[in-house]
């Protein structure tokens, strides 16, 4: 398997532009997370999902934030409008669920820049 | 609540050194799991171990071993014989009651200096 694959590594973008991050999990995981990664704040999480249904979104910063799971093997992370503040990496992960707890595989990140 | 707090920042030393990471945790679950991950200077995330609440054993995995205390509430993190490659931000974090909401701590971050 490829792993988590992320696009686009590197996005750029002007403030208040829509930005859209995307992420396809491992084949076969039922857990899918976003996380984003600030020097002030760590690693957070903002949203998961199981069997493509979010369970949990209250680490989502404001509205201006939506995240969607379509299908088993795709899922997208929104922001509108993009503001400076949202600038940081983005990783997506993927994992085993269903009473098989196992570590999340992380996808390479997604750089935001929002100038 | 569930936290996980790595109370060193930074740290260096020089190659061939032994290295312990330390890490405590907190959650009212008597279910839970700890993780360790590496986030080299390439910036991805790379998984080291996984431990559940319910296995105190010790864990060696080359110069990598794993220390975890229930009674301390912590999970260290040793490097024996540091190389300059180890260099990275090493997180642990924690899924409280195994609902799959990991907690991360803010990281330490090594390094080796050759």
């Known amino acids: 398997d490829a792993g988590v694959i992320q696009s686009p590594r590197h996005e750029v973008t002007e403030m208040g532009q829509e930005v859209t991050l995307r992420c396809k999990p491992i084949?076969?995981?039922?857990?899918l997370f976003w996380y984003r990664q600030t020097m002030m704040r760590g690693l957070e999480l903002l949203i998961y999902f199981n069997n493509n249904v979010p369970i949990d979104d209250s680490g989502m910063p404001e509205d201006r934030f939506s995240a969607k799971m379509p299908n088993a093997s795709f899922s997208t992370l929104k922001i509108q409008p993009s503001e400076p503040r949202d600038s940081a990496v983005y990783f997506c992960a993927s994992s085993l669920g269903a009473g098989r707890i196992t570590e999340a595989f992380f996808g390479q990140g997604t750089r935001l820049t929002v100038v | 609540a569930q936290k996980v707090t790595q109370a060193q920042t930074e740290i260096s030393v020089v190659e061939k050194e032994d290295v312990t990471l330390d890490c405590v945790y907190e959650?009212?679950?008597?279910?839970?799991?700890l993780f360790w991950y590496k986030q080299p200077p390439s910036g991805e995330l790379v998984f080291l171990i996984r431990r559940n609440s319910f296995d105190e054993q010790n864990e060696i995995s080359g110069r990598y071993s794993w220390n975890f205390q229930k009674s301390t509430s912590s999970f260290n993190f040793t490097i024996t014989a540091s190389q300059v490659v180890d260099s990275a931000v090493y997180f642990c974090a924690l899924d409280s009651g195994g609902y799959q909401k990991v907690t991360f701590g803010i990281g330490t971050k090594l390094q080796v200096i050759p």
């Open positions: 084949s076969g995981h039922d857990y």
């Open positions: 959650t009212r679950d008597t279910t839970y799991y």
